[in-house]
């Protein structure tokens, strides 16, 4: 919190992920709320409860629907409130295309140069764009600011940091990415891999697991974009 309000100068806090800190699911006559066994939601909950807030994410309970009220947000967690969840709802085949495509059987194989073959459709491409779409507004509607500080979570949004630039020229935009990034020949195989890496550099600090990681993602941009890269600070104009 302190980081937040001090450094970053944020009082209006978005976490958006696919993956919600809250489930509610119905059981019989009742609704049960179950918190997903997730290292992000372990990772990022405690920030919310002390910035408040809201947490963007896909609502997929059975029973999320029942507790939304008509801005489909909830207040969370149940015994004491302390931010919304703002949930975001998706079909069933834009989930297929959008997670189960793109993101886990094309980015996720792709990333971690796993022993399978991504694979790219350009039907799962599609849905990919619509729901980074879909996200990237529902950021712009809850943010109470100009500026909010946006934390992004994971390669489900890799065009999102930009496509909330385009709606939220002075917010801050924070992005993780929580797999691997290979290197440049690895990652030039993906059809779609100028729009992939404009939509990350839409972000104020992308964030990475290791060294490796970030000279990999700085060597992507250095060979598939036309940028000024400064390699001693890690910055990408």
């Known amino acids: 919190r302190a980081i937040l309000h ?4 944020g ?6 992920s696919n993956r919600e800190p809250y489930i509610h699911q119905r059981r019989g006559d009742r609704i049960e709320v ?3 066994a997730s290292g992000l939601v372990t990772a990022l909950e405690p920030i919310m409860r002390a910035c408040s807030g809201t947490w963007i994410a896909h609502g997929s309970g059975s029973a999320d629907r029942e507790v939304v009220d008509r801005h489909d947000r909830v207040a969370v967690p149940p015994d004491k409130p302390a931010y919304q969840i703002r949930r975001v709802w998706l079909t069933a085949e834009e989930e297929a295309g959008y997670y189960y495509g793109f993101s886990n059987e094309g980015l996720r194989p792709l990333c971690h140069i796993a022993h399978v ?3 790219f459709r350009s039907s799962d491409w599609k849905h990919y764009v619509a729901v980074n779409e879909r996200f990237a507004q529902a950021v712009y509607e809850e943010a109470t600011t100009d500026n909010p500080v946006v934390l992004v979570q994971d390669y489900h949004f890799a065009l999102l940091p930009k496509l909330i630039r ?4 002075t917010a801050t935009i924070i992005m993780f990415w929580h797999i ?6 690895s990652f030039g195989i993906c059809p779609w891999r100028e ?15 290791t060294r490796v990681h970030c000279n990999n ?3 992507s941009v250095d060979r598939i974009l036309e940028a000024r890269i400064d390699r001693n600070s890690s910055t990408v104009s």
């Open 166 to 169: 385009d709606r939220l020229p």
């Open 195 to 209: 729009e992939i890496l404009e939509g990350l550099l839409g972000s104020s600090i992308l964030g990475f697991h």
């Open 11 to 16: 009082e209006d806090v978005i976490v958006v």
């Open 34 to 36: 179950q918190r997903p």
């Open 6 to 9: 001090g450094e970053l100068r």
């Open 180 to 185: 691997p990034w290979p290197n440049a020949e």
């Open 217 to 219: 993602f700085i060597d």
């Open 117 to 119: 073959r991504p694979t």
